[in-house]
């Protein structure tokens, strides 16, 4: 998009913008109350606020989420999800509330630290070998007290179509343990809602959040329960790409 469209397209998405920044301050504030007045932090409640604060966020930002279930996640589970843009965080938050992880140096940015503090944000340090065993054991630890863990395998956003480069070891997590997983497929109607490479968040929200509304397939699947590794790959990355696949031919089809 030239300079024209994007200046075309501010006032829209700046307006946005500034309604998400007033909608997250107000509900920051209820729950900086609940964290100041109780001791013992009810984790579900702030999760429910968590769940409600992106389902709310992206409608704001015009994001319609078209949601289809092979099985509707009714238990603590790993949820494995292939990535494509930072909206990601929102859909999975919104449909399947659990805890996410974020970098440890996240924690110490102004206002954001808290609110990763109050709910329970997994912080994780990748700096050497030793800190990433001891990431696999703080997930393994949410997982064994019975509470559900969003993580993106790819690592890092991939553009499409299909998958990027899948880090194994996030299998293992569940496969050593037997825990259940969840296998989440996302994809854009519009491939340029991925944010991937160097690609700069502001420029790309601005282009992005412009647009009077954006569609998103998300298809959940049935889970799976296995200790055998290579049977949950398959069975993850097989539905990830299927279904990415799927949606991707269904929405090239419409957009012609």
Known sequence: MNKLGIVLLSPLAIGRLLVAVLFTFVLYLIVAGIDI???KKPQELLRAYMSYWCRNMLSIMGVKVHVEYEE???KPALILSNHRSYI???INLAINPGRIIAKKEVASWPMLGRGIRIYDVLQIDRSSMNSRIENIRKMENVLLNNQSLIIYPEGTTH???GLGPIRESTYRIASNN???VYP???EYKKPD????GKDLFVPHFIRRAGVPQRHVG???GKSIQTTDNKELKAYVEGFMQRETMRMREEFDSENR
């Open 37 to 39: 007045f109780y001791k």
């Open 72 to 74: 509707k996640p009714d």
């Open 88 to 90: 990601d965080i929102f």
């Open 159 to 161: 553009r499409g179509p």
């Open 178 to 180: 037997n825990f259940p």
């Open 184 to 186: 989440v497929a996302i």
């Open 193 to 196: 809602d991925a944010w991937v």
């Open 218 to 220: 998300v298809k959940v």
